[in-house]
Each structure stands twice: as structure tokens, then as C-alpha cells.
Nanobody, 128 residues
Framework: QVQLVESGGGLVQAGGSLRLSCAAS????????GGWFRQAPGKEREFVAA????????YYTDSVKGRFTISRDNSKNTVHLQMNSLKPEDTAVYYC?????????????????????WGQGTQVTVSS
């Protein structure tokens, strides 16, 4: 069992930055891939970014490429999402997710049903 706790959300103006953090309870978190998903009102939860267990492979949805960066610190059991040049359409609840194993391919890491553990979500609001 893994508990995930997100932090770092808030209200920011368009063009601004936020850094989301996800703290995992499990000391073997290095054996898990980490992902960020988001859900806007009235929409389905969608993939944003993912990082494999090693940190060597990262993936992004097209709309955030070049603006968002996912990273992890396995010594601290954390995954981060640095969000720059934020746009109003980035407004959503952002969820951290984790899945055990060593899969490193985009098809697996971007697929919401493959994740076993989820955080409670953190609100990101970007004003125009």
C-alpha cells in the first residue's frame, strides 16, 4: 500500500509558475513509476506527465511539452511537477499517481487505469 500526498497547488496568474510535489509513504518508492493527471470541471481525468522508476524516462501530453517538467527524488520518495508559463486552460485538480514495476513505455505510463495508487488532488487555478 502506498499513500500519496500532493502539495503546491494554488492560484496563479497566466504566465506564472507553480511546483507540485507528491510525497509517497513507501520507502521502496524507487520501484514505482510516478504520474500526474488532471481533471477540469465537467471533463474526464487526463494524463499530464509521467516518469519511470529510474527517472531516466519522462513523458508529457502535447499541451504541456516545453512548459512542464516532471522529476523525482528517490532518496526522499517524492515526485515533482514544475509548471511554467501556465495558461488558464491548465486550471484543474491535479492528481499524483503511482504504479509498481519497471515499465518505461509511454503507452503504459500514460494510461490512467494502470495506476494503482492516487493522491487526494490539489487545485491549480490560473487566472487570465
Amino acid at each position: 500500500q502506498v499513500q500519496l500526498v500532493e502539495s503546491g497547488g494554488g492560484l496563479v496568474q497566466a504566465g506564472g509558475s507553480l511546483r507540485l510535489s507528491c510525497a509517497a509513504s513507501r520507502r521502496t518508492f524507487s520501484r514505482y513509476a510516478g504520474g500526474w493527471f488532471r481533471q477540469a470541471p465537467g471533463k474526464e481525468r487526463e494524463f499530464v506527465a509521467a516518469i519511470d522508476w529510474s527517472g531516466r524516462n519522462t513523458y508529457y501530453t502535447d499541451s504541456v511539452k516545453g512548459r512542464f517538467t516532471i522529476s523525482r527524488d528517490n532518496s526522499k520518495n517524492t515526485v515533482h511537477l514544475q509548471m511554467n508559463s501556465l495558461k488558464p486552460e491548465d486550471t484543474a485538480v491535479y492528481y499524483c499517481a503511482a504504479r509498481p514495476g519497471y515499465s518505461s513505455d509511454y503507452e503504459t505510463l500514460s494510461n490512467r487505469p494502470t495506476y494503482d495508487y492516487w493522491g487526494q488532488g490539489t487545485q491549480v487555478t490560473v487566472s487570465s
